[in-house]
C-alpha cells in the first residue's frame, strides 16, 4: 500500500529501506495530521506518531516531542521534515538520540532552505498551475505572490521568510546529527516536485544535475553508538 500523500509516497522507499527488521519500535517524530508512515508500519512494526496535530487513535500522541513521555528508548525513530521548524535544534537532536536504543536507527528527511536560491524559485514558479478560486494557495503560490509584492531581491526575500519563521538551515541539521550519530548515509536530492504540475522527481532531479537548480532535498540515515 502506497499512501494517497505525494509527498509520503516519493519518500516512502528511502524511509523503508532503512528501517531496522521487522518486528521493531518505531516512533515517528511529526507526523502530521495525515499520521506520516505509522500507517504503512503499523502491523509489522510496532509504530507510534508524535505530532500535536497528530489523528486521533491509540498509535498517536497529540503532543510535542518535548513533552513525549517514552515509555521505553524504541529502535527507530524517524523525522520526515520536523527539524527544520523546531525552536531548540540542538535539544531536538540530543532528544531524538536519547529515544534510540544503542544501535538504533535514525531515518531523517529534511529540506535546506539556504539552497531554495532565485534560479531554484523561478523554476519552481514556472511549473504552477492557478490555484483553484475556492483553494487556499499552496506555500510556493504564496511565496510566488509575496516575493512580488515584497520588491525585494530573491535572496533577501527568502533569508527574511526563513529568519522570520526561524527555519534551521539543512547544513546545521546535518551538522548537529553528525555530532550525534554515526552517519550510514547523506545524500542531497529532489524536494519541489510534489508540488508543481505535471513535474516528477526524475525531471527534478535532471535538472539539479544540469545545474539548472539547487538540491532543496535531504536524506539521511544514521546509528546511535
Known sequence: MMPDDPWLAAVWPFVRDQLPP???RVLEVGC????????LLDGAYQAVGVDPEAPDGSNYHQVKLERYAAPQPVDCVVASLSLHHVADLEETLSRLKDLLV?????????WAWERFDEAT?????????????????GWLHRHQEQWAASGQPWDGYCRGWAEGEGLHPGSEIVKGLDARFSRRLSAEGPYFFPDLA??????EQAAIDA???RAG???YAATRA
Open 102 to 110: 544503542p544501535g538504533g536507527v535514525l531515518v531523517v528527511v529534511e
Open 121 to 137: 524559485a523561478r523554476w519552481c514558479f514556472a511549473r504552477l498551475t492557478p490555484p483553484a478560486p475556492e483553494a487556499e494557495p
Open 32 to 39: 502530521g495530521t495525515l499520521g506520516g508512515f505509522v500507517p
Open 22 to 24: 521487522a518486528p521493531a
Open 198 to 203: 505535471g513535474t516528477s522527481e526524475a525531471e
Open 217 to 219: 532535498g535531504i536524506r
Open 211 to 213: 545545474g539548472q537548480i
